[in-house]
């Protein structure tokens, strides 16, 4: 039976973990935030396990996590997690945390060559561990939190050095040790992304080309006004109104809060507390004069764009040779990158991002062959 993980919700407690973890060589992290229930989501748990014990730490009640900071950033304790972006963003929007010497499970499986990578699949999978995620989607920000979502958020990084060492047993057997590394770490890279609304960023949700001008007219006052109301109720706006919803506004222009019940996805509640301001948002953008154009497409020369293609049937061959998803071979933008820079020697893919010292020695030959038309 796994013993309930200790849960650090003040000062005192978090100071002694910290001087615990610092003498671990490894450790498991996870996060969980409340993105799915809140305008802006906030990392709500950390949780930490050692060979040793399970920890649950609340930023929510502790006014100051800091000094955490110094154990994840230590380069000499390895930080293994589970499909890492997402918590790495969590981590240094939230405290400003630098997460380093990262082992990544599921992208290790992924160089392995695995089908199933997901983290309940792979507990299954590998060590016979069930782990049920439908509490993947709960709102972590509620206190108290009920002990069963308290012990699947421990499960999460219970099993995760186990895991790991399965994982790391097999790169080793396998001689891809050095590739998994440099595969983590283009994965684990990342650039926050500012967080300011963008009231023309309706167009990366879709590119309504069958739209009209005037349709596009009022999917931006819908999608501005989504927006104020999402952020007035700490709801995320994709999930207030639907992006579908959106389009069937457009496509409806209702005059009148009552065609609004016809519109799939769009709350009563919402048509009761804001259903004048949407039909006033149509009706301001029917109104507008407004000429928005489309942002242009880029144009790539046709050159270009074959030494793509022919680098991306090599990728997808080479892919399937080594039984993996073609990513793993190289990230697309990498492919862009050499096929508008047509290097004439190895030399030459060193500064290309997502090409690493071994990818450069295992397909380098290969990638200036293709480009300059050889192979």
């Known amino acids: 039976m796994l013993a309930p993980a200790a849960t650090i919700d003040d000062s005192r407690a978090l100071e002694a973990a910290v001087e615990r973890l610092s003498a671990q060589p490894r450790i498991a992290v996870d996060t969980e935030s409340n993105s799915l229930h809140a305008y802006r989501g906030k990392t709500c748990l950390i949780q930490i ?36 972006e997402y918590d790495l963003i969590c981590l240094k929007r939230d405290f400003d945390f630098d997460v380093r010497n990262i082992f990544d499970t599921m992208a290790a499986a992924r160089v392995c060559g695995f089908q199933r990578i997901g983290l309940g699949a792979m507990l299954q999978d590998l060590l016979g561990v069930r782990h049920s995620k439908r509490r993947q989607r709960d709102d972590w920000a509620r206190r108290p939190l009920p002990e069963s979502a308290l012990r699947y958020a421990q499960i999460d990084t ?159 061959e080479t892919a399937q040779a080594r039984g993996v998803e073609s990513d793993v071979i190289i990230s697309r933008g990498a492919l862009w990158e050499i096929a508008r820079r047509q290097p004439a020697s190895i030399d030459e893919l060193g500064d290309i991002r997502g090409l690493g010292p071994w990818r450069r020695a295992t397909y380098g030959s290969a990638l200036v062959a293709i480009v300059n038309g050889r192979a």
């Open 158 to 316: 219970h099993y995760l050095l186990q895991l790991r060492d399965v994982l790391y047993e097999k790169l080793r057997a396998a001689e891809r040790l050095e590739e998994a590394r440099e595969y983590i770490a283009d994965v684990t890279r990342f650039e926050l992304k500012s967080e300011d609304f963008d009231p023309d960023g309706f167009w990366q949700l879709f590119r309504p080309n069958s739209l009209s001008s005037a349709d596009i007219a009022v999917l931006r006052e819908l999608y501005i006004l989504r927006d104020g109301l999402a952020q007035a109720v700490d709801h995320p706006p994709p999930r207030l109104i639907p992006n579908k919803a959106l389009l069937q506004i457009v496509t409806l222009r209702p005059r009148s809060a009552k065609r609004l019940y016809d519109i799939r996805g769009l709350p009563a509640w919402l048509i009761r507390q804001s259903g004048a301001e949407i039909i006033e948002a149509v009706k301001h953008g029917l109104a507008s004069r407004a000429q928005l154009k489309r942002p242009p497409r880029e144009q790539i020369p046709p050159q270009i764009a074959e030494r793509y293609n022919a680098l991306h049937n090599w990728r997808k």
């Open 49 to 84: 396990s050692t060979p040793d014990e399970d920890l649950i730490i609340d930023p929510l009640a502790i006014a100051d996590i800091s000094s955490l900071g110094a154990v994840l950033a230590d380069p000499a304790i390895e930080k293994v997690l589970h499909a890492a």
